[in-house]
């Protein structure tokens, strides 16, 4: 079965060491996109959060980037493509020799938040011994199966993913709001309180899972 691992890396250890520390309050994110060749991992960030001219000089000037060009802008972020230097594509080859595939990363204020998918629970191991003894410290921060709940990958509880959910379905979060904490409770049969709660804690999981990269400190 196969597992796939949350893992934090300095910037130094992966890329755009330079960039991220010159503007820390930039967040980047590999644009999805799927390929079977190393030479094509993260070919796009998107950018936000930050001073988006100084962010291109210093990509520019960041010793992982071979290039970098703005190719589009949505809002408040930027779409980059990024050539990257040699030493990158041998970093990411030898991630996929130890059986890692880069399916989300993210990047801010010198830490990189890789999503990494392995065939099996032993190759992780097995691939953190590896980059710790090359200097690569890649820390898990969370692994599960993708066969486990999907509550588990964005790190609700069940209680949490059951409230979101028929909060989602009887249109609390409309605008008009169709139902009330209080309908809500009695679907669930727990209180209103209860109900809040769980929204609230349950939002907070969410948007630290997929909008953020914070230290686990601060989670």
């Not at 330079?18 to 991992?41: C, F, I, K, N, Y």
């Not at 070919?43 to 100084?54: C, E, H, R, T």
Request: proline fraction near 3%; charge should be negative.
């Amino acid at each position: 079965m196969s597992v796939i691992g949350d893992f934090t890396v300095p910037a130094s250890a992966f890329a755009l060491s330079d960039a991220l520390s010159a503007v820390p309050e930039m967040t980047v994110r590999g644009d999805q996109h799927a390929t079977h060749s190393t030479m094509e991992v993260l070919p796009f960030l998107w950018a936000s959060g930050g001073d988006f001219g100084s962010f291109t000089r210093a990509m520019r000037e960041d010793p992982s980037v071979e290039k970098v060009t703005v190719v589009d802008e949505l809002g408040e972020t930027l779409l980059y493509k990024v050539e990257w230097r040699d030493e990158f594509f041998a970093l990411v080859d030898d991630m996929v020799d130890h059986h890692a595939a880069v399916i989300d990363a993210r990047g801010r204020d010198g830490d990189w938040r890789l999503r990494l998918r392995f065939v099996e629970d032993s190759q992780v191991s097995s691939f953190q011994r590896h980059f710790d003894e090359t200097g690569h410290p890649f820390e898990v921060q969370r692994l599960y199966h993708p066969s486990e709940a999907r509550q588990r990958e964005f790190g609700l509880t069940a209680e949490q993913h059951e409230t979101l959910t028929v909060a989602l379905r009887k249109g609390y979060f409309g605008v008009p709001r169709r139902t009330s904490m209080e309908d809500l409770g009695g679907l669930l049969g727990v209180s209103s309180n209860a109900v809040s709660q769980r929204l609230r804690r349950g939002c907070d999981s969410l948007l630290r899972s997929t909008l953020t990269i914070e230290d686990d400190a601060e989670r």
